[in-house]
C-alpha cells in the first residue's frame, strides 16, 4: 500500500503540472466581472482630476478666518474650474473643484450668514475638507494585478479611469463526469433497491461554476469499458481539465480508472487528510484529468482543498490562498490518527471570541454536515483537542469562489 501523502506535496505535485495561461480575450467592463484579469492595469488619468471639496460649503482662503466675507460665486459638482476673488468667499458643493486661490472649505453648519455675508469661523486649517487631485489613483500607478479576478469594486475602479474593454483570460470548459451504478438521477422516479440519488453532479456543477468555469456536464457514465472510453475521449477533446466522482478508492476495477489509464495516465493517491484520502490525478491524451472520491463530503472538501487551487492556477488566477482564522474549540476530540481532519464545524461568536462547534456525525458520507456548517476546523495529526483549545479554521465563504 502507498504511504499517505501530506497534503502540501499532493498540492505541489498538482501545481507544478500547471505550465499556461489561458489565451486572452477583450471583454467590455461589464461582462469583465468574476473574470480573470490578463494584463496589469495602469491609471491612465489622476482621479479625482483635480482638487474638489469634500463638503457642501463655502471656499475660501485660511488666513481669512474671522473675518466677514462677501460669497462671489457659486460652484457646484460638474462646474468648471474658477478663480476665487480677493476678500470673498464661494459657495460650493459637494464634488465641485476648488476655486484657485482658496485653500479650505467650510462646512455650512459652521458657517455663519447674515444678509449674503458670510462670518467665518476664528479657526481654519488650510486644506480642510479638501479631496486632493489623484489622491484616490495618481496616472501611471498599478490598479489591479494581472491574475485578479475582478470584483464589482475592481469594475468601479476601472469605470473610475475611464476604461471600457478589458483583457482577461478565457474561460476554462471542464468536463464532469459521476460514476457509480447505483446512482439515479433526482427527478427520475422513486429510487429502485440499492441506488441513490447523484447528489455530486449538481453539486459539483455549482463549485465549478461558481469558480467561473464553463461546465461539460456528462452526467452518469453508462457502466461499460466502451461507453467509458467514448465519453472520456469526448471530454478530453471539449474540455480543458476532466473531474470525475467515485470510483477512486481501492474498490474492484472501477471503468473511469482503468479507461484513464488506458488512454493516458493516472497516479492513485492517498492523501493524509480526513475526508478526502483518496483522490486521483492524471490525463486523458493530453487533457489533465482529476478523480475526486465519491463520498459527497471528500468530493466537496477535496474540491476546495486541491481542484480549486489547481483550476484556479490553470484560469491564470494568481491569488493569496483564503485566508485562516483562528477559532476556539467548543469540543473535545482524541488524536484522529495519521491524517489530518477537516471538521465541519459552525463558527459563532461569543464573548469577541470565535467559537467552532462541529456537526454531529462527521462521516464522509453525511452532506448535511456541510450543509449545516459554515466552515471547516483543522485538527492536525496526532492531537488530542481540548475544549477551548485554540484552532484553524477556513470559512466556507472564504474558500469559494
Ligand atoms: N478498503 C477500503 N475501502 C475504502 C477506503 C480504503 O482506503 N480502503 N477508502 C474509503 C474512503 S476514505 C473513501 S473517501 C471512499 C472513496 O471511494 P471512491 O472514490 O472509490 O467512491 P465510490 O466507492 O464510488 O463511492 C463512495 C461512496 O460515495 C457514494 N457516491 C459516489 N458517487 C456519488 C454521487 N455522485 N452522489 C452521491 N453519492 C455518491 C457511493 O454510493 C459510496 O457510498 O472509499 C472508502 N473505502
Ligand atoms: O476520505 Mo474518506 O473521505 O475518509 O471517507
Not at 474658477?82 to 458657517?111: C, H, K, N, W, Y
Not at 489591479?144 to 474561460?171: E, M, Y
Not at 449545516?372 to 469562489?401: C, F, H, K, Y
Amino acid at each position: 500500500m502507498t504511504p499517505l501523502l501530506p497534503l502540501s506535496e499532493a498540492l505541489e505535485q498538482l501545481l507544478a503540472r500547471v505550465a499556461t495561461c489561458p489565451e486572452v480575450e477583450q471583454v467590455s467592463l461589464q461582462a469583465a466581472l468574476d473574470r480573470i484579469l490578463a494584463e496589469d492595469q495602469h491609471a491612465v488619468i489622476d482621479v479625482p482630476p483635480a482638487d474638489n471639496s469634500a463638503m457642501d460649503g463655502y471656499a475660501l482662503r485660511a488666513r481669512d478666518a474671522g473675518r466677514k466675507l462677501p460669497v462671489s460665486e457659486r460652484v457646484a459638482a460638474g462646474d468648471a474650474a474658477s478663480t476665487l476673488r480677493e476678500d470673498s468667499v464661494a459657495r460650493i458643493f459637494t464634488g465641485g473643484e476648488i476655486p484657485a486661490g482658496a485653500d479650505a472649505v467650510v462646512m455650512q453648519e459652521d458657517m455663519g450668514l447674515v444678509d449674503g455675508v458670510a462670518e467665518l469661523p476664528g479657526e481654519i486649517r488650510a486644506g480642510q475638507h479638501i479631496r486632493r487631485k489623484g489622491q484616490d489613483c495618481r496616472a501611471g500607478s498599478r490598479l489591479l494585478p494581472s491574475g485578479r479576478r475582478l470584483r464589482p469594486q475592481d469594475i468601479g475602479l476601472l469605470a473610475s479611469q475611464g476604461i471600457a474593454q478589458v483583457p482577461v483570460f478565457q474561460k476554462l470548459t471542464v468536463a464532469l463526469l459521476s460514476t457509480g451504478n447505483e446512482l439515479r438521477e433526482p427527478g427520475s422516479g422513486a429510487l429502485p433497491p440499492g441506488a441513490i440519488f447523484n447528489s455530486n453532479r449538481p453539486m459539483l456543477v455549482g463549485l465549478l461554476s461558481t469558480l467561473g468555469c464553463g461546465v461539460l456536464d456528462l452526467g452518469i457514465v453508462r457502466d461499460t469499458p466502451e461507453a467509458t472510453r467514448e465519453a472520456l475521449l469526448d471530454a478530453a477533446a471539449r474540455a480543458d481539465v476532466i473531474v470525475s466522482s467515485g470510483g477512486v478508492s481501492v474498490g474492484e476495477a472501477d471503468h473511469v480508472r482503468d479507461a484513464v489509464r488506458a488512454l493516458g495516465e493516472i497516479d492513485l493517491w492517498r492523501i493524509a487528510i480526513k475526508p478526502g484520502k483518496p483522490f486521483a490525478f492524471g490525463h486523458v491524451a493530453a487533457t489533465p484529468f482529476i478523480g475526486l472520491p465519491g463520498n459527497p463530503s471528500s468530493a466537496f472538501v477535496t474540491f476546495l482543498l486541491l481542484a480549486r487551487p489547481y483550476l484556479c492556477a490553470l484560469q491564470g488566477r494568481r491569488e493569496a490562498p483564503p485566508i485562516t482564522l483562528r477559532a476556539r474549540a467548543d469540543f473535545t476530540v482524541a488524536s484522529p490518527g495519521s491524517r489530518q481532519e477537516y471538521l465541519r464545524v459552525s463558527l459563532s461568536e461569543r464573548d469577541s471570541e470565535l467559537w467552532a462547534a462541529p456537526y454531529a456525525n462527521q462521516s464522509s458520507g453525511v452532506l448535511s454536515s456541510l450543509s449545516a456548517s459554515n466552515a471547516l476546523a483543522v485538527v492536525p495529526v496526532g492531537e488530542t483537542i481540548e475544549n477551548g483549545q485554540w484552532l484553524q479554521v477556513m470559512r466556507l465563504d472564504d474558500m469559494l469562489p
